[in-house]
């Protein structure tokens, strides 16, 4: 995608908004405007039956039905209630202990921080993903959930899910698993995992922002305690009046996923290899960590003995990327996900994020190596002057 002069390429921090989402929630917003909550009359059950049909786009995408989506502000709010829900636990077993990837997203990080539950780190494997051994050695009957990405929004590195939820199926644990980057990377079917808790993001998958869910899985419902307790909207679950248009957008951009994301992973993993192989084919860059088992956008790219914030700053406003997550950005602090793989701060002072996606083209790979290799020239020339 380009803005401009602008090429796009942070994906992994916001998707475009897709037009055909953009037109759900124009038609949501003339017809569907009448408060979803109002019980009295055709325009509110109108409202609400378009919600219903959301949750139920959002829950098929993620192996679940429409009942097992709590519609929140966004993945940020769905994991605090998370985490609510497990010191809930801990108070009624005694259970104190909470299992946090070491590079999960800082939502999770600082949310188990602030939980009150003793919070122990899993160390990442060598794809720079949570290690289930590890997990596995750390777990204790003390522990009361287990959280973890599923997919790295900095790395791209996939969880082995099915692993991770086996070790907490046999000692009885919770796992919740932030999914925000992974309907672009991995099909994901809860029951089948048998993971508890996960939550997701609308405007990770071409969704509008503001909008997220928790989906809960068999036997969790009575645990979730919402932050806002509002007039009791969803079943008391979650209060405030829930926004139509966002919420339809939102369940479209699920059903647009589902119906493309196997052609759709092939074609941007193939114009991510494209991009990767141009900048270490000119010995610009090298790819942190291997590309299987990774998110198909995802292209952490290390530029030895360039700082990444000067090399961006110098490609500005020709490409959008990030040195690290966008929650993180402006931090003088080195990534906490490339420190917990196990680099120094100066090689991660090195490394940016490239991420693809859908409106990603080929032309564009190559117009913005090109800059980058112009950057990294001036860059060089500016070190020896």
Do not use: C, W
């Given at each position: 995608m380009q803005v401009g002069e602008t090429i796009y390429l942070d994906y992994q921090a916001t998707t475009p908004l897709d037009a055909r989402v953009l037109g759900v929630m124009h038609e949501a917003a003339e017809a569907l405007f009448a408060n979803p909550h109002a019980a009295d009359h055709a325009l509110g059950w109108r409202a609400a039956a378009a919600i219903a049909h959301a949750a139920d786009q959002v829950g098929n995408l993620y192996g679940l039905q429409g009942d097992d989506v709590i519609f929140t502000s966004g993945a940020s709010e769905?994991?605090?209630?998370?985490?609510?829900?497990?010191?809930?636990?801990?108070?009624?077993?005694?259970?104190?202990?909470?299992?946090?990837?070491?590079?999960?997203?800082?939502?999770?990080l600082n949310e188990a921080k602030s939980s009150g539950l003793i919070t122990g780190l899993i160390?990442?494997?060598?794809?720079g993903a949570p290690d289930p051994r590890r997990l596995e050695n750390s777990l204790t009957e003390k522990?009361?959930?287990?959280?973890?990405?599923?997919?790295?929004?900095?790395?791209?590195?996939i969880a082995d899910l099915k692993a991770i939820s086996d070790v907490c199926a046999q000692s009885g644990t919770v796992l919740h698993v932030d999914l925000s980057q992974s309907a672009l990377a991995v099909d994901i079917d809860l029951l089948e995992l048998g993971i508890s808790f996960a939550t997701v993001s609308a405007h990770?998958?071409?969704g509008p922002k503001g909008v997220g869910a928790l989906l809960?899985?068999?036997?969790?419902?009575d645990h979730v305690m919402p932050l806002?307790?509002?007039?009791?909207?969803?079943?008391?679950?979650?209060?405030?009046t829930m926004p139509t248009e966002l919420i339809c957008g939102f369940g479209e951009a699920c059903r647009l996923v589902d119906e493309t994301k196997e052609s759709e992973r092939v074609r941007v993993a193939t114009i991510r290899n494209r991009f990767v192989e141009l900048l270490e084919r000119s010995n610009l860059a090298t790819l942190v960590g291997g590309v299987e088992y990774?998110?198909?956008?995802?292209?952490?790219?290390?530029?030895p003995g360039c700082e990444a914030s000067d090399l961006l700053a110098r490609v500005q406003p020709k490409i959008a990327a990030s040195t690290q997550s966008a929650c993180s950005s402006g931090s003088i602090e080195p990534s906490h996900v490339l420190l917990a793989m196990g680099y120094d701060a100066d090689i991660a002072s090195e490394c940016v994020r490239f991420s693809f996606g859908r409106f990603s083209t080929d032309d564009q790979v190559v117009t913005a190596v090109e800059i980058l290799e112009q950057a990294v020239r001036e860059a060089s020339v500016a070190v020896f002057e």
């Open positions: 769905a994991n605090a209630m998370v985490f609510r829900a497990a010191k809930m636990l801990s108070d009624q077993t005694g259970q104190a202990g909470a299992q946090v990837g070491a590079a999960d997203h800082s939502s999770v160390s990442l494997d060598g794809r522990t009361a959930i287990v959280s973890i990405v599923g997919v790295n929004n900095e790395n791209g590195a990770k998958l071409y809960v899985g068999p036997g969790m419902a806002i307790v509002g007039a009791g909207q969803q079943e008391g679950r979650r209060g405030g990774r998110h198909p956008g995802n292209a952490l790219m290390r530029f």
